[in-house]
């Protein structure tokens, strides 16, 4: 029982910190209908150049990773001044097309820039773990779960509060009605992106601190794309729910299920989630309404 209990706590843990980067492709969906399938290759740029200003350059992470994040946020919203903010009002397959475009394209930019070498990532988070009675936690996972839920609430309280909040909101219902009254459609798509790029940075600071980050950093984001969709589009809060939900089962699978199935069960369980998903329920479990099927 104890051992079962741990793995499930792993899975939460786990689970928690990928909803972070699924938060991001929520900001932006709610104000673009933008799903944005290149979060994850922005989150490895982002953590190249973390990388570059912290033990590249041998900044202190204090003020190298500051200037990482403005080069990500500056990164983002050339992507949404140069490529989304043309396509506003445009079919949901040119957008898909788009963004497959840019996955594409990012991938080579960080090949480019950086080379497909494994660099080691800074601490910036302890590691170890806490024992916790019988229980042992990583620290690493235990302070991401944390931040995560800490900034799920502020943005939760960010869009249902604030005057910028309810501007977003406006823009994910109707673009054209937002603009009727008032609304800068463009203004709230910026900082949408903006929202997102810091949220991808913060998620590979938890999800890679003290680890190697590689090319293979980018599937990060299509590991958390399933969580998205589960707790729905529109969701801030639906994340948490939902990365928890799939955080346990990939660990329950993974030790219980993956010995008979040569390590496959816990790979495919997020995406058999995100096919029945899309099949059953395509709003998700808390979606505003029913997502276009491309």
């Known amino acids: ?33 933008i799903v944005n399938l290149a979060q994850g290759e922005i989150l490895l740029i982002g953590a190249l150049f973390i990388w570059t200003f912290t033990l590249g350059l041998k900044l202190p992470w204090g003020i ?13 919203l050339v992507i949404e001044r140069l490529l989304f903010r043309p396509l506003i009002g445009e079919s949901p397959f040119t957008v898909f097309m788009a963004s497959i475009a840019l996955l594409i394209l990012l991938r080579g930019v960080a090949q480019l820039g950086w080379g497909a070498e494994t660099r ?42 604030t005057r910028q909040g309810l501007r977003l909101a406006a823009v994910a219902e109707d673009h054209y009605t937002a603009l009727s009254l008032g609304v800068s459609v463009r203004q709230a798509v910026a900082v949408a992106w903006i929202m997102g790029a810091v949220l991808s940075v913060v998620g590979a600071v938890v999800l890679l601190s003290d680890q190697i980050v590689s090319l293979a950093a980018a599937s990060i984001g299509l590991r958390a794309l399933p969580i998205a969709l589960l707790g729905g589009m529109e969701s801030v809060r639906g994340a948490l729910l939902a990365g928890a939900i799939i955080g346990i089962g990939e660990a329950v699978a993974s030790v219980y299920v993956d010995p008979f199935t040569k390590g496959v069960s816990s790979q495919i369980l997020p995406y058999v989630i995100m096919i029945g998903v899309l099949l059953f329920r395509p709003q998700g479990l808390f979606g505003w309404k029913v997502i ?3």
Not at 136 to 153: C, N, P
């Open 64 to 76: 190298g990773v500051p200037i990482a994040v403005v080069c990500c946020i500056g990164m983002a």
């Open 292 to 294: 276009e099927r491309l």
């Open 120 to 161: 080691p990532f800074p601490q910036l988070l302890p590691s170890g773990a806490w024992t916790f009675g019988p229980f042992l936690v990583t620290k690493r996972l235990l302070i991401g779960a944390t931040m995560t839920v800490v900034l799920v609430e502020a943005l939760h309280w960010f869009f249902m509060h």
């Open 1 to 33: 029982m104890i051992d079962a209990i741990q793995v499930i706590i792993n899975g939460l843990l786990i689970g928690v910190v990928y909803g972070l980067v699924a938060v991001s492709f929520v900001v932006i969906y709610r104000s673009s209908r």
